[in-house]
T-cell receptor, first 116, second 119 residues
Framework: AQSVAQPEDQVNVAEGNPLTVKCTYSVSGNPYLFWYVQYPNRGLQFLLKYITGDNLVKGSYGFEAEFNKSQTSFHLKKPSALVSDSALYFCAVRDIGETGRRALTFGSGTRLQVQP | SAVISQKPSRDICQRGTSLTIQCQVD?????MFWYRQQPGQSLTLIAT?????????ESGFVIDKFPISRPNLTFSTLTVSNMSPEDSSIYLCSVELGGFSRYSTDTQYFGPGTRLTVL
């Protein structure tokens, strides 16, 4: 079975400072990894994904994430946070070793609060 | 990507009634999914809905409670039957544009969600 852990319920950062939102995963095969963001009263918006290749993945709105296979992590990062980045962030995994299953398993979510 | 709409965007319903949620996509998609997000919680998959076959339900979800239709490649409905306050959640549909291969690298795109409150 696959699982995702987001150890921090909330991350607080000052505007202009770098931010990191942590994610670790567990799969039996090879993972496809995703980050989504949810703004209040909105659906989930796709930020970025890791499939294969370069461990550093760049996505929307200046976000990037680093895949670390040895640590089974996929932390989301941004060099300089904006107040508008304040939202709920979800990490998700799909185990391509799991035959026939295309659905995503989500972490519990991390609320990012960027203070002006 | 795909543009996904859901109707209704929100509703308040009485216990014991049923609500059907519609999901419309602007392009033909192979795979559609229905998720539930309970208040303050993460997303949990209810079922996978592929056109031309019966929906596949996750553990803890049954067809009698959450019947799903998938009449064509751009549309699906989820019904929440015999509702109770515990069904109060956001229900989201999502789609993938790729094929059925488990190696598909396609991204899953989500609709805006339907916020359901059951009194």
């Amino acid at each position: 079975a696959q699982s995702v852990a987001q150890p921090e319920d909330q991350v607080n950062v000052a505007e202009g400072n770098p931010l990191t939102v942590k994610c670790t995963y567990s799969v039996s095969g090879n993972p496809y990894l995703f980050w989504y963001v949810q703004y209040p009263n909105r659906g989930l918006q796709f930020l970025l994904k890791y499939i294969t290749g370069d461990n550093l993945v760049k996505g929307s709105y200046g976000f990037e994430a680093e895949f670390n296979k040895s640590q089974t992590s996929f932390h989301l990062k941004k060099p300089s946070a904006l107040v508008s980045d304040s939202a709920l962030y979800f990490c998700a995994v799909r185990d391509i070793g799991e035959t026939g299953r295309r659905a995503l398993t989500f972490g519990s979510g991390t609320r990012l609060q960027v203070q002006p | 990507s795909a543009v996904i709409s859901q109707k209704p965007s929100r509703d308040i319903c009485q216990r014991g009634t049923s609500l059907t949620i519609q999901c419309q996509v602007d392009s033909q998609v192979t795979m559609m999914f229905w998720y539930r997000q309970q208040p303050g919680q993460s997303l949990t998959l209810i079922a996978t809905a592929n056109q031309g076959s019966e929906a596949t339900y996750e553990s803890g979800f049954v067809i009698d409670k959450f019947p799903i239709s998938r009449p064509n490649l751009t549309f699906s409905t989820l019904t929440v039957s015999n509702m109770s306050p515990e069904d109060s959640s956001i229900y989201l549909c999502s789609v993938e544009l790729g094929g059925f291969s488990r190696y598909s690298t396609d991204t899953q795109y989500f609709g805006p969600g339907t916020r359901l409150t059951v009194l």
